[in-house]
């Protein structure tokens, strides 16, 4: 694991949760090309967490990882003290860190839907309240939310999932009206279907429903969803707050 301790103090830092591999993975990349010094999180992958830093070394960047349980609060709370709050110049948060455990509803176990609101609902609301008080003494800073098109127009098999998705986008509406005063941006990305681990266990047939579905004809790509959140990220976006902004090939409009 490679320490926080490792990053510039002054250096505008990123923070992406998950961001180990798939959507996050691209989203450390990018915001990296754009000048971020980023601090990514993983959970049960340090060798790919170490990986993507390597690979942000490689393009000239700077970058670490640590291993952050977004679901627990308290180690949450505890990274964002000691090796945030001090140690880096914390500017940007991405709350992309999610997990999946489908079921139909008449099936679904309360501790499958604990567990998905726990990291990707609540794990948002403790990441971003802990980041809000650090920029708020900066007046500055950008959150951005990953949410996903389900949240936006429900799924089958995904009733967990989708209220988590769902919730976010209120979390960030609610945050933006609260933190703009500070000079704190909020916003939320809703990828579609993204080429990743998570839709990978996806059945061939399905994946052919989805693709006709889809206006654009093909899944989206972990770098379409990054280009999103580094614009949102970018003083490009400087007068965009509390938006959702949706990256799905047209499937929700
Ligand atoms: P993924 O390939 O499954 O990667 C998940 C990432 O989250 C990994 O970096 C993983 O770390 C990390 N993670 C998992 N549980 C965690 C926890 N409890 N605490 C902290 N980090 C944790 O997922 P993805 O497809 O890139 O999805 C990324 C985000 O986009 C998620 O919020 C997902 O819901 C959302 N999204 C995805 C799609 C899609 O089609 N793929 C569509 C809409 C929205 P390790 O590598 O260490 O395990």
Do not use: W
Request: aromatic share 6%; proline share 3%; hydrophobic share 45%.
């Amino acid at each position: 694991m490679t320490l926080a301790t490792t990053l510039s103090p002054t250096a505008p830092t990123a923070v992406v949760t998950g961001g180990s591999r798939g959507i996050g993975r691209a989203i450390a990349l990018a915001l990296a090309r754009d000048g971020y010094q980023v601090l990514l999180t993983y959970v049960s992958r340090p060798e790919q967490a170490a990986g993507v830093v390597e690979e942000i070394t490689a393009q000239g960047g700077s970058a670490a990882s640590v291993c952050l349980n977004v679901g627990d609060s308290e180690a949450v709370q505890a990274f964002f003290r000691e090796q945030v709050k001090d140690h880096v110049n914390l500017a940007c948060l991405v709350n992309n860190a999610g997990i999946t455990r489908d079921g139909f509803l008449v099936r679904m176990k309360d501790e499958d839907f604990d567990a998905v609101l726990s990291v990707n609902l609540r794990g948002v609301f403790v990441c971003t309240r802990e980041a809000a008080r650090i920029m708020s003494k900066n007046r500055t800073g950008c959150i951005i939310n990953i949410s996903s098109v389900v949240g936006q127009m429900g799924n089958a098999g995904q009733a967990n999932y989708c209220a988590a998705k769902a919730g976010i986008i209120g979390l960030t509406k609610s945050n933006a009206k609260e933190l703009a005063a500070r000079g704190i941006r909020v916003n939320a990305v809703a990828p579609g279907f993204i080429e990743t681990e998570m839709t990978a266990v996806l059945p061939e047939e399905q994946r052919k429903l989805y693709t006709e579905a889809i206006p654009l004809k093909r899944l989206g790509t972990a770098e379409d969803v990054a280009d999103a959140v580094a614009f949102l990220a970018s003083p490009r976006a400087a007068y965009i707050t509390g938006q959702v902004l949706a990256v799905n090939g047209g499937m929700y409009c």
